[in-house]
C-alpha cells in the first residue's frame, strides 16, 4: 500500500502539487473569463451563483491551496499537497461505494494524452467489482467550436474511458486523443445511452467538461481538476459536482501511476 506520506512526497516531487507548471497568469485568466460566462471555461456548467473574479480566487485558495492575493500576478501557481490527499480520499470514497451496488459508470477525459492510463486502471477495477462501464455513442461525431472555428471530431472509447479525436485513422497507428474542455461528447454519449434504452450512468468520471456536463444533468460527477479549471471547483461548492481533486493535469502519464494505486487500496479495489 502507498501510504499517505508517500503519497504527499510523489504528489511534490512529480509536480502534481506544490509549485506547478500552471502560471498564475493562466489561473488569473480563466477566473476573469469565468466571471464573464465565457463557455470556454466553463466547461458546461451553469453557475447558479454570481462569481466575481474575487469570489473565484477566494475559492480556489480555499479548495486548491493557490494565493489568495489579488496582487499576486505572476509567477506558478502552488496546490496545497495535503488538500489534494483529502480530495483523493474522498474520489476513492465514491468509487468504493459505487463498487458496493454495481453501479453503471461512464469515464471520459479531455486529457487522453496524459491521463488515460489513470482512468482506464479505475474503469478495469470497476468491471472487475461488477460494474457496468458505459460506452455510448462509439464513433458518434460532435462538432465543437475551437480556436481554429468549428471542428468536427469523433467519440472514442479505449479500454473504458471516452474521449474525442480526430477522423479518420491515425498517420502512426496510434490513437490521437484530442485535448478538449467541452461538454458536448458527454451530453452526445448520455443521449446515446438514453436512446438506446441502456443503462445510464449513476457515476461519471473525469475530467473537464465531461465532469461538469454530467453533474450539469443531475448525474453524480467526480474527477481531477488544476487551478486553471474553477469550473470544477465552483460545481462541488454548488452541489453539481460530488469531488474536485486539485492537482497538475498536465504531467507526464506515469506521474499519475502512485495516484491510481492509492486511490485503488482506499477504495478496496486492488488486486
Not at 16 to 23: C, D, E, N, Q, S
Not at 79 to 89: A, F, G, H, K, N
Request: net charge neutral; proline share 7%.
Amino acid at each position: 500500500m502507498l501510504s499517505t506520506g508517500a503519497l504527499r512526497a510523489h504528489l511534490l516531487a512529480a509536480g502534481l502539487a506544490g509549485t506547478v507548471a500552471t502560471t498564475r497568469e493562466t489561473s488569473l485568466r480563466s477566473y476573469r473569463l469565468f466571471a464573464a460566462r465565457d463557455p470556454r471555461v466553463l466547461l458546461g456548467l451553469d453557475p447558479a451563483g454570481g462569481w466575481g473574479e474575487a469570489d473565484l480566487l477566494r475559492l480556489m485558495a480555499e479548495k486548491c491551496g493557490v494565493s489568495d492575493d489579488p496582487a499576486h500576478r505572476s509567477g506558478l501557481d502552488v496546490i496545497d499537497p495535503e488538500r489534494t490527499v483529502r480530495r483523493l480520499d474522498a474520489f476513492a470514497a465514491r468509487l468504493g461505494e459505487a463498487a458496493a451496488r454495481r453501479a453503471p459508470v461512464l469515464f471520459g477525459t479531455g486529457h487522453p494524452h496524459r491521463l488515460l492510463g489513470f482512468y482506464v486502471a479505475l474503469a478495469d477495477a470497476l468491471s472487475s467489482a461488477g460494474c457496468p462501464v458505459l460506452t455510448p455513442a462509439q464513433g458518434r461525431c460532435v462538432d465543437m467550436t475551437t480556436r481554429f472555428g468549428l471542428r468536427t471530431y469523433v467519440l472514442d472509447h479505449v479500454r473504458g474511458v471516452a474521449f474525442v479525436r480526430e477522423p479518420g485513422p491515425p498517420p502512426d497507428g496510434r490513437v490521437p486523443g484530442a485535448h478538449s474542455h467541452s461538454a458536448l461528447p458527454v451530453r452526445a454519449a448520455l443521449e446515446s445511452a438514453a436512446e438506446s434504452g441502456g443503462p445510464l450512468p449513476e457515476l461519471v468520471i473525469g475530467d473537464h467538461g465531461w465532469v461538469c456536463g454530467a453533474g450539469q444533468l443531475g448525474i453524480e460527477a467526480i474527477g481531477l481538476a488544476d487551478t486553471d479549471d474553477p469550473a470544477l471547483f465552483v460545481g462541488e461548492a454548488e452541489g453539481q459536482v460530488s469531488v474536485a481533486v486539485p492537482v497538475d493535469d498536465g504531467v507526464r502519464s506515469a506521474s499519475y501511476r502512485p495516484l491510481t494505486r492509492y486511490v485503488l487500496n482506499r477504495a478496496c479495489l486492488s488486486r
